[in-house]
Structures are given as structure tokens and as C-alpha cells.
Nanobody, 123 residues
Framework: QVQLVESGGGLVQAGGSLRLSCTASGRTFSNYAMGWFRQAPGKEREFVARISRGGTNTYYADSVKGRFTISRDNGKNTVYLQMNSLKPEDTAVYYC????????????????WGQGTQVTVSL
């Protein structure tokens, strides 16, 4: 079992930046590929970005490509999501998740989830 705790959410104006962090404890962090997902009110949880176990491969949803960057530090058991040029439509609860499978954007493929952190982007 791996436990995940997100931090770094908050309120920001459109065009601003935030960096989310997700720190893992329990099982060996580097055994897991990591993903970020988000869920806005009344909407389904959607994929944002994922990163491979070693951090060399990343993949993004089209809606965030060029604005968000996912990275990880296996020495610190932490995955990050740098969010730039934020838009009001980025407003959501953001979740990090861990999977034993690689190359997946499907939420049900991720067995371990954090509690989420709220990101609100105002005009």
C-alpha cells in the first residue's frame, strides 16, 4: 500500500501559476508510475498528466499541454505538477494517483489516490 498526500492548491488569478506536490509513503515510490487527475463540480474525473517510474516519459491531456509540467523526485518520494497560464476552466480538485501499470490515462487503472487539493482560478 502507498499513501499519497497532495499540497499546493489554492486561489489564483487567471494567467497565474501554482505548483502542486504529492508526497508518497509506504511502498517504494519508484515502483509506481504517477498521474494527476482533476474533477470539477458536476463533471467526471479527468486525466491531466502522467509520468513514468523513472521520470523519463511524460504524457499530457490536450487541454493542459504546453501549460502544465509533471515531474518527480524519487529521492524525495514526490511528484509535482507545475501549472502555468492558468485558466478559469482549470478550476477543480486535483488528485495524484499511483499505478503499477505504465502508460495509462484511465482512472480505474490507478489503485492509490490522494485526498485531493482544491485549485480555483478566478478571472
Amino acid at each position: 500500500q502507498v499513501q499519497l498526500v497532495e499540497s499546493g492548491g489554492g486561489l489564483v488569478q487567471a494567467g497565474g501559476s501554482l505548483r502542486l506536490s504529492c508526497t508518497a509513503s509506504g511502498r517504494t515510490f519508484s515502483n509506481y508510475a504517477m498521474g494527476w487527475f482533476r474533477q470539477a463540480p458536476g463533471k467526471e474525473r479527468e486525466f491531466v498528466a502522467r509520468i513514468s517510474r523513472g521520470g523519463t516519459n511524460t504524457y499530457y491531456a490536450d487541454s493542459v499541454k504546453g501549460r502544465f509540467t509533471i515531474s518527480r523526485d524519487n529521492g524525495k518520494n514526490t511528484v509535482y505538477l507545475q501549472m502555468n497560464s492558468l485558466k478559469p476552466e482549470d478550476t477543480a480538485v486535483y488528485y495524484c494517483a499511483a499505478t503499477s501499470y505504465g502508460g495509462t490515462t484511465i482512472p480505474t487503472s490507478y489503485a492509490h489516490w490522494g485526498q485531493g487539493t482544491q485549485v480555483t482560478v478566478s478571472l
